[in-house]
């Protein structure tokens, strides 16, 4: 069954860093493209972070340049993301999404799979 589990939201001070994992199965991980994405409270999802196959090439949202590092290990079916600076405006809920393709995409209908989520707060 595929499956992708997000760990290690939380809650952080403004300026602090939070490390996000996520972690697959059922699947042969290294022919997906992997992605974090974001929905703040009252908005739309937005895109973070997309990986390509390799973990080569990654693009970031503009927001989070700079600040957050996504890297993927496909021996061990992981993709993490680290975000240091973390501001009031990181806060939302932070999923892991997958497609099958070699192509990067950066819309949240680009993906076909999702975790459940994990939340970041970011308050002093």
């Known amino acids: 069954q595929f499956q992708l589990v997000e760990s290690g939201g939380g809650s952080a001070r403004p300026g602090a860093s939070l490390k996000l994992s996520c972690g697959a199965s059922?699947?042969?991980?290294?022919?997906?493209?992997v992605a974090w994405f974001r929905q703040p409270p009252g908005k739309e999802r937005e895109l973070v972070a997309a990986?390509?196959?390799?973990?080569?090439?990654?693009r970031y949202g503009d927001s989070v340049k700079g600040r957050f590092t996504m890297s993927r290990e496909n021996s061990e079916n992981t993709v993490s993301l680290q975000m240091d600076n973390l501001t009031a405006e990181d806060q939302g809920v932070y999923y892991c999404?997958?497609?099958?393709?070699?192509?990067?995409?950066?819309?949240?209908?680009?993906?076909?799979?999702w975790g459940k989520g994990t939340e970041v707060t970011v308050s002093s």
């Open positions: 999404a997958a497609r099958h393709s070699c192509i990067l995409r950066f819309g949240a209908d680009d993906y076909d799979q």
């Open positions: 059922g699947y042969t991980f290294r022919n997906y493209i």
């Open positions: 990986s390509g196959r390799g973990g080569i090439t990654t």
